[in-house]
């Protein structure tokens, strides 16, 4: 069974900072890699995803992330924060080790606030 | 661009009363979800379903639970008597095929069991 953790459950940031959300997986076989978005009183949007190839994943609204399999991270990083991107960020992993299913493991989410 | 739709966005029932959640998936996706998250906690896989039968079901999905897709646009989850701890926010995604692509999630559907 894999597992997901986000180490931060509150990130507060100011506009125009750099932020760096962060991800930690735990799983005896392959993964992908997903992180989500979810803004207030809307459905999870996905931000981007590692399936594989190249590490560095860049997403919309300027997000990028990194998978690190040495570190077992995946930690989701913008150089620049706007207002607009207040909201929960969820990390996710699945494998297909159980077929076709790909079922979503899900952390606890971090709540990125960004102030003026 | 096309979107998971949940219905009601909230709802409030009496422990031991039935509820039906409603979920309209992107049309001809193939493979549909039911997730929860309990506030406070992490989003909980709670079944998945594929070609009118469950592929996958969690330990959380006991017989109190069960799903259905009457007909070719809704799916729903039905939680045949409800208790305190069913309350949470309940998540319905969807996925086009069979290879490993993005799960659309709804807004989700508030459940308040008192």
């Known amino acids: 069974a894999q597992s997901v953790t986000q180490l931060d459950s509150q990130v507060p940031v100011f506009e125009e900072a750099p932020v760096e959300l962060r991800c930690n997986y735990s799983?005896?076989?392959?993964?992908?890699l997903f992180w989500y978005v979810q803004y207030p009183n809307q459905g999870l949007q996905l931000l981007l995803k590692?399936?594989?190839?190249?590490?560095l994943v860049k997403g919309i609204n300027g997000f990028e992330a990194e998978f690190n399999k040495s570190q077992t991270s995946f930690h989701l990083r913008k150089p620049s924060v706007h207002i607009s991107d207040t909201a929960e960020y969820f990390c996710a992993v699945t494998t297909n080790s159980g077929g076709s299913n790909y079922k979503l493991t899900f952390g606890k989410g971090t709540l990125l606030t960004v102030n003026p | 661009e096309p979107e998971v739709t949940q219905t009601p966005s909230h709802q409030v029932t009496q422990m031991g009363q039935e509820v039906i959640l409603r979920c309209v998936p992107i049309?001809?996706?193939?493979?549909f979800y039911w997730y929860r998250q309990i506030l406070g906690q992490k989003v909980e896989f709670l079944v998945s379903f594929y070609n009118n039968e469950i592929s996958e079901k969690s330990e959380i999905f006991d017989d109190q639970f069960s799903v259905e897709r009457p007909d070719g646009s809704n799916f729903t989850l039905k939680i045949r008597s409800t208790k305190l701890e069913d309350s949470a926010m309940y998540f319905c995604?969807?996925?086009?095929?069979?290879?490993?692509?993005?799960?659309?999630f709804g807004p989700g559907t508030r459940l308040l069991v008192l």
């Open positions: 799983s005896s076989v392959s993964v992908y």
């Open positions: 049309s001809n996706h193939l493979y």
């Open positions: 590692y399936l594989s190839g190249s590490t």
């Open positions: 995604a969807s996925r086009a095929g069979t290879t490993l692509e993005t799960q659309y």
